[in-house]
């Protein structure tokens, strides 16, 4: 959904509609969509900056990294951005921390639906977990730990133990 800013309303913009985007391109190789995404946006013009506020809700099926299983995460984020003409980034040689919520748009258009995508990658966490106690996978049996012991026996060394092994290798040769 393309918003040229010049048919702007003087009073601003209101947005609310779903957006369907293809899993591929999220940047969360594993993540799915298990519902459209809603988007309320509002959309403002102030001489030539753009200023738009909204939120974005959808539900995704992420992998933990831990335990290697599908689980659902809930997206419910607001945003509230301030986009300037791609030439002011020009002139600007550097850019300072009032800049950094600052974003541009090219040929006087805003691309909406690109925003949106933008904002909601932005909510995936760094290492997706199932939950923050996942214990993971048995390192012997593979088996998922939050659903009971396997009863394997996983033999764990004390890594300061490491360099007493090393002199007694070196004493038997």
């Given amino acids: 959904m393309i918003i040229d800013i010049d048919k702007l309303p003087k009073d601003g913009l209101e947005l609310r509609r779903n957006f369907e985007f293809p899993s591929l391109e999220l940047v969360e190789e594993e993540a799915v969509f298990l519902q459209p995404v809603q988007a309320e946006v509002s959309i403002k013009r102030v001489d030539e900056e753009i200023w738009v506020k909204g939120r974005v809700k959808t539900v995704l099926s992420f992998i933990c990294a ?72 048995c390192a012997v049996c593979g088996k998922i730990r939050r659903e009971g012991d396997c009863g394997c026996q996983v033999k764990e060394t004390d890594s300061r133990l490491e360099t007493l092994k090393i002199l007694k290798k070196d004493k038997r040769t």
């Fill in 66 to 137: 831990r335990c290697l299983s599908p689980f659902e995460y809930p997206v419910d984020s607001a945003f509230d951005l301030v986009l300037l003409p791609e030439e002011m980034r020009e002139l600007k040689d550097e850019f300072d921390e009032e800049d950094a919520d600052r974003l541009f748009y090219r040929s006087r258009r805003i691309d909406v639906r690109e925003v949106i995508l933008e904002q909601l990658n932005l909510t995936f966490p760094a290492r997706p977990l199932c939950s923050e106690s996942c214990e993971g996978l």
